[in-house]
């Protein structure tokens, strides 16, 4: 049971990321919410690494170089989709939406890495992505497009991506070092991003207002090591299994943080994504 404890604390960390990235937005816009975030993430991550591995105690193989670029190029364009997402819906409907990447990260995780979740794992993760669907229903029990969905599904498909690729990445790397060189990676990948399209990241007046995406980026930060720490011990698809239950701790957090009130059938689908989880760990 030991071995489930970071992919539960990953589970918490990236459940609240959408709620406080949310507030972050509204507070300082999102271009500036996501790149302090991604700041305060590397900084943590700079600061742990020197002192868990000491100096000269960072390695990368050249081998990986190529799908490192890759990988950081996927995961950045990922983040940067979200947030956008996150910037036109509410925080609520995005979080519980995005969970489909679970599915296909478990469906890749089994054809190409050889991964085997058992029968109530599987049915448990396609029980919380379709109460995740639900959840993302207006209130005539019907789908609208939205201007988020488009920016949302392509973000799906990067985190697809990313999340079955990250296991050849801790398996050379370790969990700590992986977590590190990726989003150190994507962090600069997203400010020279919108750098380059002219953004304004200067610091807000008064510097309190990044308060919200300093706390997004310490979220990211403990998500990133404890995915990665999950990943090694229990392996990619049961991981991202366990990580599909998000939308449970997100929900909860946008109502009493943003006022994001759902009715009674949504609250019913979080129920069901909380036996979503029993199930996996069954």
């Known amino acids: 049971m030991l ?13 609240s990321m959408g709620t406080v990235s949310k507030k972050a937005i509204n507070a300082i ?19 742990i690494s020197a002192l868990a591995l000491g100096p000269g105690g960072l390695y990368f193989p050249e081998a990986l170089l190529p799908a490192y670029a890759l990988q950081i190029a996927v995961g950045a364009l990922g983040s940067i989709l979200a947030y956008k997402a996150l910037h036109y819906g509410k925080a609520s409907i995005i979080g519980p939406v995005s969970q489909i990447s679970g599915v296909i990260v478990l469906a890749a995780s089994i054809v190409f890495l050889s991964e085997t979740p058992g029968v109530f794992q599987i049915a448990g993760a396609l029980l919380i992505v379709g109460s995740a669907l639900v959840v993302a229903m207006d209130g005539s029990g019907r789908f609208r497009v939205e201007p988020w969905m488009p920016f949302l599904a392509l973000s799906i498909l990067c985190r697809a991506y990313y999340y079955t690729s990250i296991k050849s990445f801790v398996s050379a790397l370790g969990p700590l070092q992986a977590s590190l060189f990726l989003e150190a990676g994507i962090a600069m990948f997203i400010i020279l991003f919108h750098m380059l399209r002219g953004k304004d990241l200067s610091l807000p007046k008064p510097a309190r207002m990044a308060a919200p995406a300093a706390g997004a980026g310490c979220l990211l930060f403990a998500g990133s090591v404890l995915y990665s720490t999950s990943v090694g011990s229990i392996g990619a698809g049961l991981t991202s299994a366990i990580y599909s239950g998000t939308p449970i701790v997100n929900t909860v957090l946008a109502y009493f943080l943003l006022g994001e009130k759902l009715d009674r059938m949504k609250y019913a689908a979080i129920a069901l994504m909380v036996l979503g989880l029993i199930m996996i760990f069954i």
């Open 3 to 15: 071995e489930f404890l970071p992919a539960l604390g990953s589970l918490i960390s990236y459940g």
């Open 29 to 47: 816009g999102r271009h500036r919410a996501i790149a302090y975030s991604y700041i305060v993430l590397v900084a943590l991550l700079l600061t």
